[in-house]
């Protein structure tokens, strides 16, 4: 076991070696893989950063206790009980400053309210309020935002294994992989991600009317929200850095939301072409990247013979998988019944 893992670590070093002295000679796999690395390190910081954030958060603001705001406190129980929360949420006074509302956790999250947005609506709007931001987490929107956001260090591996062979084989150019990794990544990220976001949203806003059943008074508590910290701070890095998306801020879309809920309709058509999507998706998408990868992985039928020159002996090959090939030579990796990664070098 711990052989295995200093290999990978051995080759794994000699390869950011090769990629930082000659970064044109290193295949593109290798910079894939690379690459891979570098963004689920990023990612696990930004997991980091944002749990201190949460901590220092809840360390900063004082815990909204029920003799506090027993009005607001029954009111919180009251839509728990509603949207089916197993336990009321940890409640926090938040500095008067944006955003005014948001909650903030993964596994255990937190609903931060500022005490002018308490005293600045009513109670119809405040449970307008309260029900999106208790929507988000019975949702388990906190986890399902980490998913997405790991979902790009995917994707230079998943490139590496469905069509690995065809960049050893060196079919395209180099700068062809690197572009189309750039672009999936991007596209991810300003389609993907942010529809992710908008979605989460309106799908809350969709859950929040079950309970009010008033698509004005929700877009009146978007347009009051947004107007009472239209003219305060922004909200510091720190909260953009966790991930932090308010109830009404600048960048939720609050002006599509509003429009949406003025001419609501319940969106029966919109809820099936999603799972016909995902359902789709999984029925067709799998077994294609099933059937790639197996092609890409270069199996040779079991029986073929393969004669190496340095031990002047015929072995039976189980598969072959090819890894680089050059102007003057070619390196391949054997898998045989004997020994189940010997690898070798056959000059031309």
């Known amino acids: 076991m711990f052989s295995w893992f200093l290999m990978k670590y051995i080759m794994l070093k000699i390869n950011w070696n090769l990629l930082v002295i000659n970064y044109t000679n290193t295949p593109v796999i290798t910079v894939l893989k690379i690459t891979s690395l570098v963004m689920f390190i990023y990612f696990c910081a930004k997991c980091i950063a944002h749990s201190l954030i949460f901590i220092r958060l809840r360390k900063q603001h004082a815990v909204i206790k029920p003799h506090d705001e027993p009005e607001f406190y029954r009111l919180v129980r009251k839509l728990v009980r509603k949207i089916g929360l197993k336990r009321t949420p940890a409640l926090y006074y938040f500095s008067d400053k944006k955003p005014l509302i948001f909650t903030i956790g993964i596994f255990n999250p937190a609903v931060f309210i500022s005490r002018k947005l308490l005293s600045g609506l009513n109670y119809s709007e405040l449970t307008a309020v309260m029900s999106h931001e ?22 230079p591996p998943a490139l590496v294994l469905l069509f690995g062979r065809v960049m050893m084989m060196e079919q395209y150019t180099q700068l062809f992989w690197y572009l189309l990794t750039f672009v999936l990544l991007l596209s991810y990220r300003l389609f993907i991600y942010e529809g992710f976001n908008r979605d989460r949203e309106t799908s809350c806003d969709d859950l929040t009317l079950k309970i009010i059943n008033d698509p004005l008074l929700l877009a009146e508590s ?59 998706f999984a029925a067709g998408f799998i077994p294609l990247s099933i059937f790639v990868w197996d092609y890409n992985t270069g199996r040779i039928h079991a029986g073929m013979d393969l004669v190496v020159e340095k031990d002047k002996v015929k072995m039976k090959v189980e598969s072959v998988v090819i890894q680089r090939m050059d102007r003057d030579d070619i390196s391949i990796r054997v898998w045989t019944t004997k020994k189940p990664r010997a690898s070798y070098y056959i000059k031309r």
């Open 134 to 155: 208790l929507t988000h987490i019975k949702r388990k929107d906190g986890i399902f935002n980490r998913i997405m956001q790991f979902i790009p260090v995917l994707i």
């Open 222 to 280: 978007i347009m009051k929200v947004w107007e009472s910290g239209k003219n305060l701070p922004v909200y510091n890095w720190r909260l953009a850095l966790a991930s932090v998306r308010p109830f009404a801020a600048d960048n939720s879309g609050h002006t599509g939301r509003i429009k949406r809920l003025i001419n609501y309709r319940k969106p029966y058509l919109k809820i099936a072409l999603k799972k016909l999507f995902v359902l789709s």
